[in-house]
């Protein structure tokens, strides 16, 4: 059974700081890793999608990297700002019948 | 392109009654998830359509149910409601049964009093 695990829960930092959020993983046979963020009382935004043959995707600010081997994978956020404030979600899509497991997510405080 | 669309926004219901909610994936999208997530807690899965089909369902009672339609489109039914069935529920679709990036709609929040 995949477990997520998402660390740490919450995070606080002064507007400009480079940040990393982790995301952990226990079974490394994955097809994808999908990174999302969800303001409050709202749906999810997909942010990155990584194949699991891929390494690392960028977007913008964001770079999200993928080491199966060892289960984890990182969401960097350059330059951050008070709107990137949000509950940041991995979500693990492994083994056969649309298997996603998500993690319990990292709630950022961007503070101005 | 229009993205995945979830009606109503809102919806408050007593305990005992029926709720149905709907769900429009995005434009050739085929597979559409539901999630249920609780006040403070995490994603939890409850069904997934494919091509008009159940394809697999979460660890849930048979008073969720739902169903696909030919044109994709999926709806929600939750029979008997509880007062712990008070959740945003969430749609999401992908293209095809493989591993697909999951585009999510904005959520129906149902109150259950």
């Known amino acids: 059974k995949q477990e997520v695990t998402q660390i740490p829960a919450a995070l606080s930092v002064p507007e400009g700081e480079n940040l990393v959020l982790n995301c952990s993983f226990t079974?490394?046979?994955?097809?994808?890793l999908q990174w999302f963020r969800q303001d409050p009382g709202k749906g999810l935004t997909s942010l990155l999608l990584i194949q699991s043959s891929q390494r690392e995707q960028t977007s913008g600010r964001l770079n999200a990297s993928l080491d199966k081997s060892s289960g984890r994978s990182t969401l960097y956020i350059a330059a951050s700002q008070p709107g990137d404030s949000a509950t940041y979600l991995c979500?693990?899509?492994?083994?056969?019948?649309?298997?996603?497991?998500f993690g319990t997510g990292t709630k950022l405080q961007v503070i101005p | 392109e229009a993205g995945v669309t979830q009606s109503p926004t809102h919806l408050i219901k007593t305990r005992g009654q029926q709720a149905t909610l709907r769900c429009s994936p995005i434009?050739?999208?085929?597979?559409v998830y539901w999630y249920q997530q609780a006040l403070g807690l995490g994603l939890q899965f409850l069904l997934w359509y494919d091509e008009g089909e159940e394809r697999n369902r979460g660890n849930f009672p048979p008073r969720f149910s739902g169903r696909q339609f030919p044109n994709y489109s999926s709806e929600l039914n939750v029979n008997a409601l509880e007062l712990e069935d008070s959740a945003l529920y969430l749609c999401?679709?992908?293209w095809g049964q493989g591993a697909g990036e999951l585009f999510f709609g904005e959520g129906s929040r149902l109150t259950v009093l």
């Open positions: 999401a679709s992908s």
């Open positions: 434009s050739g999208h085929t597979s």
């Open positions: 979500a693990v899509h492994s083994g056969g019948y649309q298997k996603v497991t």
């Open positions: 079974d490394s046979a994955i097809y994808n």
